[in-house]
């Protein structure tokens, strides 16, 4: 609107604007009214009621393509989204490695149909696939036609814990709080996962995790007692634990 400020404004596009400026002013996310989010070079669907990606989740994109290209011999890489949203850690992994294979579970199916919509506008559909599942369920009966174990495993689930959910929730109450709570302690997700991932990890495979800070040495301590190893916690750009990492024994 600055670069064009002296072009004439049709009433049906000022209305629009004006109806627009009322929605953000209301706190709903500049993505819902556009449709579309931008990560990490990749520009994905976003409805009302889909988690907005945010620019510290980008990170586990590129730790994940940092540690495969030290496995040049890797060059087909799998890869398991666990919690997909959206779908914009698949997609911007799919868009960073192009041998990779992506399969994203995630439950809601707006977010599902998101995903859908992004991989084939990305000309990805062949190599991205979405499943409407419950992580918390069976993996085995999301995954039937998914044979072997992946070499890559990454997710950012609900991670909230009760005491945080009002504030996390206040700070954005139009995305839904579904995609938010873990649990009491926050860390429903995080067991799950913890339990399951071994069985669905290559030897050697990787796991990357974003979490909420105050919870990353329990998160480790769960991951260790699970049969990883080399499990430790990175920080993000405000300092605070953000991500954790471990990987399947050789």
Known sequence: MLLRRDDAVSPELAHRLTEYARQLARGVPAEYLTGRADFDGVTVA????????????????????????????????????????????????????????????????????????????????DRVKFIQSNVLGSWSSALQGWHGRADVIVSNPPYVRAERLAAAHAASP????????????????????????????????????????????????????????ECRWSRDLAGLPRYVEAYQPE
């Open 46 to 125: 976003v409805k009302e009621g889909v988690l907005v990606p945010r620019p510290e989740t980008e990170w586990l994109v590129g730790r994940v393509v940092d540690v495969l290209a030290g496995h040049p011999g890797l060059s087909s890489p799998r890869v398991l989204d666990l919690c997909s949203g959206s779908g914009a850690l698949a997609l911007a992994l799919a868009e960073r490695m192009p041998m990779a294979s992506v399969v994203g579970l995630e439950i809601d199916p707006v977010a599902v149909s998101c995903g859908r919509e992004s991989a084939a506008r990305l000309g990805v559909a």
């Open 174 to 229: 139009f995305e839904p709080v579904s995609a938010l709570y873990g649990g009491r302690d926050g860390l429903l997700f995080y067991r799950r996962i913890a339990a399951e991932a071994p069985r669905w990890l290559e030897p050697g495979g990787l796991l990357e995790l974003e979490i909420d800070d105050g919870l990353e040495q329990t998160i480790l301590n769960l991951l260790c007692r699970a049969g990883l190893h």
